[in-house]
T-cell receptor
């Protein structure tokens, strides 16, 4: 069964460093998303992406964040200068249309 | 602004019990609603999707209902098993983004 994959499973970085989180959505899906979950808190929407551009972004998704689909399979989230409060589990998801979203296993980001 | 609330926050039941998890949302203008399961430190597994035009969906021992006008959904789990122990999340689709509740943490005791 097709699934969303994410790498790495765990990333540890120093404050101020840039990180890139990678996702491979399900191959026939057209809509891609990033969510995050700070430990003990709700899952929060960050950004949606369709047709090579951002469809919608939340207040969390400020200038420090960017997304890209560099090729036909990968979807990336970049954080330019990480802060302690960026420590969270980051989930990638994909969907065919405005329908069921399928989530990856997540990347745990720890900022020291 | 859409708000999603889940009650109870935690639930502990003996194996074999039928149980109901509740989800409420403040804005009825939703496209669909998804129920997810999350195991500790893991990703989100989609359990059921209910379209805004539907009243319920069933998958095995799970049944989810939707009352859009009153802003409520329930997830019914029949004959609970220890393997059902996890956090159950409700999420409403607010135009290509999901708004999540805080979840119900379920423990099914053998």
């Amino acid at each position: 069964e097709p699934e969303v994959t994410q790498t790495p499973s765990h990333q540890v970085t120093q404050m101020g460093q840039e990180v890139i989180l990678r996702c491979v959505p399900i191959s026939n899906h057209l809509y891609f998303y990033w969510y995050r979950q700070i430990l003990g808190q709700k899952v929060e929407f960050l950004v949606s992406f369709y047709n090579n551009e951002i469809s919608e972004k939340s207040e969390i998704f400020d200038d420090q964040f960017s997304v890209e689909r560099p090729d036909g399979s990968n979807f990336t989230l970049k954080i330019r200068s990480t802060k302690l409060e960026d420590s969270a589990m980051y989930f990638c998801a994909s969907s065919v249309g405005n329908n069921e979203q399928f989530f990856g296993p997540g990347t745990r980001l720890t900022v020291l | 602004k859409q708000e999603v609330t889940q009650i109870p926050a935690a639930l502990s039941v003996p194996e074999g019990e039928n149980l109901v998890l509740n989800c409420s949302f403040t804005d009825s203008a939703i496209y669909n609603l998804q129920w997810f399961r999350q195991d500790p430190g893991k990703g989100l597994t989609s359990l059921l999707l209910i379209q805004s035009s539907q009243r319920e969906q069933t998958s095995g021992r799970l049944n989810a209902s939707l009352d859009k006008s009153s802003g409520r959904s329930t997830l019914y789990i029949a004959a609970s098993q220890p393997g059902d122990s996890a956090t159950y999340l409700c999420a409403v689709n607010d135009s290509y983004k999901l708004i999540f509740g805080s979840g119900t943490r379920l423990l099914v005791r053998p």
